[in-house]
């Protein structure tokens, strides 16, 4: 294997893993970011019960 074809492998493979990884957290870290906001927005309503 020349140092050529690695590199082009490590630079593929790395790079898609990297970018896979980045987007999964960046969809969890939004969905939680939103849950949270729709979460307290829903905590802040008056709620009143007659009883």
């Given at each position: 294997?020349?140092?050529?074809?690695?590199?082009?492998?490590?630079?593929?493979?790395?790079?898609?893993?990297?970018?896979?990884t980045l987007?999964?957290?960046?969809?969890?870290y939004s969905?939680?970011?939103?849950?949270?906001?729709?979460?307290?927005?829903?905590?802040?309503?008056?709620q009143t019960?007659?009883?």
């Amino acid at each position: 294997m020349t140092l050529t074809t690695l590199y082009t492998f490590l630079s593929h493979d790395l790079l898609g893993n990297v970018l896979a990884t980045l987007l999964v957290a960046g969809a969890g870290y939004s969905v939680k970011k939103i849950r949270t906001k729709i979460r307290n927005r829903n905590d802040n309503t008056d709620q009143t019960t007659t009883t």
